[in-house]
């Protein structure tokens, strides 16, 4: 049963548009909300997290927000930069619970000139 | 700081043979994870370790065993390889100091690829 759910495998976007990731989730335990970037060859990195008990987090170019009532959040880039090509995922744990830390399938962004 | 290094990097077994995979941080972290990569699968988590001397398993530890017998470093083992454990290994680690520390960032390696032939 997979409890972090990316169901879109790519997604493309023209250089200086917004890219919005989406990821759902069906634990209502989770408490707290990762996103990583991947390049090929290289281990993923650590890009934005939000606790359970926001809607909404702020990082330069990256926004995160959550809907706990759709069980549903998205990452959003603005603008879009060539350099932010690379596979995203989302992540989620119930620190209150486990260590575990689980995560979707990935989606492919890819920034168009 | 190294961070988190994954050795080896590149492996080809045959099936049946068994290796060990070593991830070592310098980070003094508490908790460390294993997850294998596949191809529209995600990560997947194999298992994790709190601290010194604990594992735990995670979403696909079958055929796996780990050990934490310094906490600096995590084992990966496979007794016996199958051409299912194809896949690029990633270890990761992470501090936590306590339930107020906010998430649970993880900092991972660059991967190990794995063949079984």
């Known amino acids: 049963d997979q409890q972090v759910k990316q169901n879109s495998p790519s997604l493309s976007v023209q250089e200086g548009r917004i890219s919005i990731l989406n990821c759902d989730y069906t634990n209502s335990m989770f408490d707290y909300f990762l996103w990583y970037k991947k390049y090929p060859a290289e281990g993923p990195t650590f890009l934005i997290s939000?606790?359970?008990?926001?809607d909404k987090n702020e990082d330069g170019r990256f926004t995160v927000f959550l809907n706990k009532s759709a069980k549903h959040l998205s990452l959003h880039i603005v603008p879009s930069q060539p350099g932010d090509s690379a596979v995203y995922f989302c992540a989620a744990s119930n620190e209150n619970r486990d260590d575990k830390i689980i995560f979707g399938k990935g989606t492919r962004l890819h920034i168009l000139p | 700081n190294a961070g988190v290094t994954q050795t080896p990097k590149f492996r080809v077994l045959k099936t049946g043979q068994s290796m060990t995979l070593l991830c070592a941080q310098d980070?003094?972290?508490?908790?460390m994870y294993w997850y294998r990569q596949d191809p529209g699968m995600g990560l997947r988590l194999i298992h994790y370790s709190v601290g010194e001397g604990t594992t735990a398993k995670g979403e696909v530890p079958d055929g796996y065993n780990v050990s934490r017998l310094k906490k600096q470093n995590f084992l990966l083992g496979l007794e016996s390889a199958a051409p299912s454990q194809t896949s690029v290994y990633f270890c990761?680690?992470?501090?936590?100091?306590?339930?107020?520390?906010?998430?649970?960032?993880?900092?991972f390696g660059a991967g190990s690829r794995l063949t079984v032939l």
């Open positions: 990761a680690s992470s501090s936590r100091t306590g339930r107020s520390s906010g998430a649970n960032v993880l900092t």
């Open positions: 980070m003094n972290h508490e908790y």
């Open positions: 939000i606790s359970s008990i926001k």
